[in-house]
C-alpha cells in the first residue's frame, strides 16, 4: 500500500517537473529506509549527464542486496542489476519490471565514454568512483542517490553510486 | 570498409588519449578542452586511415585532408555535446525513449557530421559529401547509442567501443558511398571504398 502510494507520489512528481527532492523512502513495512542520516552523498551527482531525466525522490539512499549482472554502457556508466533484500523492496517501482524486479545501480563515469555529452561531463570528474565494482553473486550494501530514470519508464535507481561494501 | 576501421580505430585510440590524461585536466580546463582533444584525435586517426583508399583512388593531399578532418572532428565532437545537452534539457525525458532519445542522439550525430563533412568536403571538392556524412553520422551515430544499449550482444558488449566506431563508420561509409557512386570516374578521389 505504502509502497503503491510512493509510486503514484513519483508519478504525479514527474508530470510535474524533474528534479525535485520529494519523499523519504520506506520499506514494504511502511519503516522509513535509511537515508541522508547514515549515507553521505559525494560530489558525483554533477557527472550524470543529462540530468533532467532524473527525478531525485532522497539524496542519499543505502540497500542491501544480491548482484545480478553488470554491463558497460557506451555513456562510461555502470549499468549494475540488484537483487534486493526483502527489507528493501519497497523502493521498487512496478515499473522495475523492465529490470527484471532488481533495482538499477549506475556508478557513473567509469569507464571512457563514446557519447559525445558523456565524454565532456566525465572529463570534469576529478575523482570518479574508485571502489571497483562488486562481482556478480556478491551480495554487498550500496548507498546512492535515489531517483526515478523518467527516460527508462520511471524505474528506481541509485544513480549516481557512491559507495559500496560486502553487506554485513 | 575503410571507413568502418577508420572510425573505429578512432574512437579507440581517442579514447585511450583521453584515458590516459590526469583528472586535473578535465577539471581545471573544463570539459570542453578534453573533448576538443578526443574529436582532434579521434580525426587524425580517421584521416591517416581514410588515406589509404583515397591515395589509391586519385589525387588528394595527405597533409590537407587529415588536418581538415581533425578539424572537423574537434569541431564535431565539441558541437554534437552542446547540441545534446541542449536537446537533452528541452525534450521531456518522460515521452518515449525512442522518440526522445533517438532525436536528441541521431542530431548529435548529423552535427558531428555535418562538420567532418564540411571538413573534408574542401579536400574532397563535392557538395553532396556533407550532406551525406550528416545523415550518415545521425543514423551511425543513432543507431550505435540504441544497438549497444539495447541489444545484449556479448560480442558488443566487450567490444563497445572499437563496436560503436564501427557502426557509426559503416553508416557513414554507406551515405559517403553513394555520393561516390554518383561522382565515380578515372580522377575520382574516393574515401570509401
Known amino acids: ?168 | 570498409m575503410t571507413t568502418i576501421v577508420a572510425y573505429a580505430l578512432g574512437v579507440t585510440i581517442a579514447t585511450k588519449v583521453l584515458g590516459a590524461i590526469p583528472p586535473p585536466f578535465g577539471a581545471v580546463l573544463g570539459g570542453m578542452a578534453a573533448i576538443a582533444l578526443f574529436g582532434v584525435v579521434f580525426g587524425a586517426a580517421v584521416g591517416v586511415v581514410q588515406l589509404v583508399a583515397l591515395r589509391g583512388a586519385g589525387r588528394v593531399r595527405s597533409g590537407p585532408w587529415t588536418v581538415t578532418t581533425m578539424l572537423g572532428g574537434a569541431v564535431g565532437f565539441m558541437a554534437a555535446a552542446l547540441v545534446g545537452e541542449t536537446l537533452g534539457d528541452l525534450i521531456s525525458p518522460t515521452g518515449s525513449i525512442v522518440i526522445g532519445g533517438g532525436t536528441i542522439e541521431i542530431t548529435s550525430g548529423a552535427v558531428l557530421g555535418l562538420a567532418i563533412g564540411v571538413a573534408q568536403s574542401s579536400i574532397a571538392r563535392r557538395r553532396a559529401w556533407i550532406l551525406a556524412s550528416a545523415v550518415g553520422a545521425g543514423l551511425g551515430y543513432g543507431a550505435a547509442t540504441a544497438a549497444l544499449e539495447l541489444l545484449e550482444v556479448p560480442v558488443l558488449k566487450a567490444n563497445l567501443i572499437p563496436a560503436f566506431g564501427a557502426i557509426l563508420g559503416l553508416f557513414i561509409g554507406l551515405a559517403q558511398g553513394v555520393v561516390l557512386v554518383g561522382y565515380r570516374r578515372p580522377s575520382a578521389t574516393s574515401a570509401s571504398d
Open chain 1, 1 to 168: 500500500m505504502r509502497s503503491a502510494a510512493l509510486t503514484a507520489l513519483g508519478v504525479l512528481l514527474a508530470a510535474c517537473g524533474p528534479a525535485v527532492q520529494v519523499a523519504v523512502p520506506v520499506n514494504t513495512r511502511g519503516a522509513p529506509l535509511p537515508t541522508q542520516a547514515t549515507c553521505i552523498p559525494t560530489d558525483q551527482d554533477q557527472y550524470a549527464y543529462r540530468p533532467a531525466r532524473l527525478q531525485v525522490i532522497a539524496a542519499c539512499l543505502r540497500i542491501t542486496g544480491t548482484i545480478v549482472s553488470s554491463t558497460v554502457e557506451a555513456d562510461g556508466d555502470v549499468h549494475i542489476n540488484v537483487r534486493l533484500d526483502p527489507d528493501y523492496e519497497g523502493v521498487l517501482t512496478p515499473e522495475n519490471r523492465e529490470a527484471q524486479g532488481n533495482l538499477v545501480v549506475e556508478p557513473v563515469c567509469q569507464f571512457p565514454a563514446v557519447q559525445a555529452e558523456a565524454i565532456r561531463v566525465c572529463a570534469s570528474d576529478g575523482d570518479p568512483l574508485h571502489d571497483g565494482l562488486p562481482a556478480v553473486g556478491a551480495h554487498v550494501f550500496m548507498e546512492g542517490r535515489y531517483v526515478l530514470d523518467l527516460q527508462h519508464h520511471g524505474w528506481a535507481e541509485l544513480h549516481p553510486l557512491y559507495r559500496w561494501g560486502a553487506a554485513p
